[in-house]
């Protein structure tokens, strides 16, 4: 259940748990650009296969979504000062970032395109699903031996607000972006800018006010108070 504090969401407490024991957990993120702490306290656990829309109180540009998104696939800035990250039953947060990568962490920024942050594989398996007379992905590794080189598991997709740049997606455009996540089997972070559309779709969220989660739980949770909804959250 969400209730109010002051002029913010909160989550209702719950136990804590072995970050281990999920496809993805990071707990009490802390990331700064030099002096400039944009993330303060940010964490949230996924089931694999889950969604989670990663959205913003109304008005909060420097809210800290991009920065949270960076911090968790170990961009070298902002610079990760404190917290926990988890993959997989995997510790990442000592990680440089082309080690998180490797270990299944996608950062897809600044794009419309989906497959930006999709495995080898996954971007080749909608092709070969067409026809039954398609090449196999072993003759199409054998034939292009520099795709086999590259290949790696997806396991976490993190995609920042993939109308950046654009005009904003439409609801129809959101709902095909969550059914292509979820055909490819991944599991995702995304920030989106509708936030109505994306609580819809997504199977959980977290809201973040300058840097600090106000909310985090099941997308449904925060869907059930509309009235807050229109008037704090952003989109």
């Known amino acids: 259940m969400t209730f109010l504090i002051g002029?913010?969401?909160?989550?209702m407490p719950g136990a804590a748990a072995d970050p281990a024991e999920?496809?993805?957990a990071c707990s009490d993120l802390r990331?700064?650009?030099g002096a400039n702490c944009i993330v303060r306290g940010?964490?949230?656990?996924?089931?694999?296969?889950q969604i989670l829309a990663l959205l913003a109180l109304l008005g909060r540009d420097g809210a800290g979504k991009t920065a949270t998104l960076r911090a968790i696939a170990r961009r070298a800035a902002p610079q990760l000062q404190r917290g926990e990250i988890w993959l997989d039953g995997h510790p990442l947060h000592r990680l440089p970032a082309w080690r998180a990568a490797w270990a299944g962490i996608s950062l897809a920024a600044d794009s419309r395109q989906i497959m930006a942050g999709a495995s080898v594989r996954q971007t080749l398996q909608p092709a070969l699903a067409q026809a039954s007379w398609?090449?196999?992905?072993?003759?199409?590794?054998?034939r292009f031996p520099l795709l086999a080189s590259r290949r790696r598991d997806v396991k976490l997709l993190?995609?920042?607000?993939?109308e950046a740049g654009a005009a904003p997606l439409r609801p129809r455009e959101i709902e095909r972006l969550f059914e292509t996540i979820r055909s490819l089997g991944l599991t995702a972070?995304?920030?989106e800018r509708n936030a109505n559309a994306a609580m819809q779709l997504a199977d959980r969220a977290m809201v973040l006010d300058l840097g600090?989660?106000?909310?985090?739980?099941?997308?449904?949770?925060?869907?059930r108070d509309a009235a807050l909804v229109r008037l704090r959250l952003a989109g």
Do not use: M, N, Q
């Open 134 to 142: 398609g090449w196999s992905l072993k003759r199409i590794y054998d």
């Open 42 to 49: 940010a964490g949230f656990r996924l089931a694999r296969g």
């Open 7 to 11: 002029t913010t969401l909160a989550p």
């Open 158 to 162: 993190l995609l920042d607000e993939p």
């Open 22 to 24: 999920s496809w993805f």
């Open 31 to 33: 990331a700064c650009y």
């Open 212 to 223: 600090r989660p106000v909310f985090e739980g099941e997308a449904r949770e925060l869907l």
């Open 189 to 191: 972070v995304v920030v």
